[in-house]
Every structure is written in C-alpha cells, then in structure tokens.
C-alpha cells in the first residue's frame, strides 16, 4: 500500500527519514529517480541516510513504475521519494497515484517560488497543472505538524 508520494530533492534526510517515516508508519521507502542512478556519490549518501528498521529500495523511474504495478510492493506501508516532479507525475499517471505531497523542490534560474522549499521551473508547473487537470489532489507540505496547502491555492 503506497502511504505517501513526495518529491523532495534531498530525497532522504532528517524530514522524511526520521518525521514522515515515523509519522506514516511506513516499512519501505522506494526511491525512484533516474537522476539518482546516475550519480553514485549521492546514491551512496542516500543509501548511508537509510532510517533504522525500514527497507530501502532504490530504482529508476521505469522499474519503478513496473515495480508497483506487479504488486510486488503491495505488502509494504510503502513511502515513495522522487527527486523531480516530471518523475512524480510519470509514477501518480502510471500508477494511478492520486495524491502527491510536494516538500522540496529545487531554486533553479527563473523558478517560480511556491513556498520556502518549493520552486517550480515552467515545467513542473506544466505538471502540476496536467495533475490537477485529472483531479489528482497535490499539496505542499514540509513535515507532518505543517498544514497541507493545496497546491490550487498558490500556483498561477
């Protein structure tokens, strides 16, 4: 069962490894993100940043996606991280993922600022955009004692 889809740069750190572990109850944390695999400096950070006593699982976007789908990730409580919303929204349309947390997002030149942890290029905005337009619900959320903003009510 998938408890939570963020994007979040940092992908595991103090917020989601220790905050929205504990707070979502979660046993795995899939980290899907083609970027990721590609940089082995980070991937070896990422595994190190681990939470004690839950299973980490790191993959590409495609092998992500086959990976929910088979159903080989229903016996987990299972936290999804991704790095940048182009991969969230491949995960929520092939997955059928209808809800997305959005907890950090990169400054990148012309980035339009959401919140103090999220900026969106044109494109993220692109796919926030193509989201909502399937009536999937998207919030920004930091840590669980912050309260949702949805999404609708910051972005242009």
Same mark, same amino acid.
């Given at each position: 069962?998938?408890?939570?889809?963020?994007?979040?740069?940092r992908l595991?750190h103090g917020?989601?490894g220790?905050?929205?572990?504990?707070?979502?109850g979660c046993?795995?944390?899939l980290?899907?993100?083609?970027a990721?695999? @590609?940089?082995p400096?980070k991937?070896?950070t990422v595994?190190?940043a @681990?939470?004690t006593?839950?299973?980490?699982?790191?993959k590409?976007?495609?092998?992500?996606i086959?990976? %929910?789908n088979?159903?080989?990730?229903?016996?987990?409580?299972?936290?999804i991280?991704t790095?940048?919303m182009?991969?969230?929204?491949r995960l929520?349309?092939?997955?059928?993922?209808?809800k997305?947390?959005?907890?950090?997002?990169m400054p990148?030149?012309?980035?339009?600022?959401l919140?103090?942890?999220v900026?969106?290029?044109d494109?993220? %905005?692109k796919c926030?955009h193509?989201l909502l337009?399937?009536n999937?619900?998207v919030y920004?959320?930091q840590?669980?004692?912050?309260?949702?903003?949805n999404?609708k009510d910051?972005?242009e």
């Open positions: 069962m998938i408890v939570m889809l963020r994007v979040d740069f595991i917020q989601t220790v905050y929205w572990t504990s707070k979502l046993d795995c944390i980290v899907a993100s083609d990721l695999m @590609k940089d400096i991937l070896a595994k190190m @681990k939470p006593g839950v299973k980490l699982v790191i590409n976007i495609d092998d992500s086959k990976a %929910i088979s159903g080989a990730t229903d016996k987990y409580k299972l936290f991280l790095d940048k182009e991969y969230a929204a929520m349309k092939e997955c059928n993922i209808k997305l947390n959005i907890g950090g997002i990148t030149p012309n980035a339009k600022k919140n103090g942890a900026y969106c290029s494109q993220d %905005i926030i193509e337009e399937d999937d619900y920004l959320q840590v669980p004692t912050d309260e949702e903003v999404v910051v972005i």
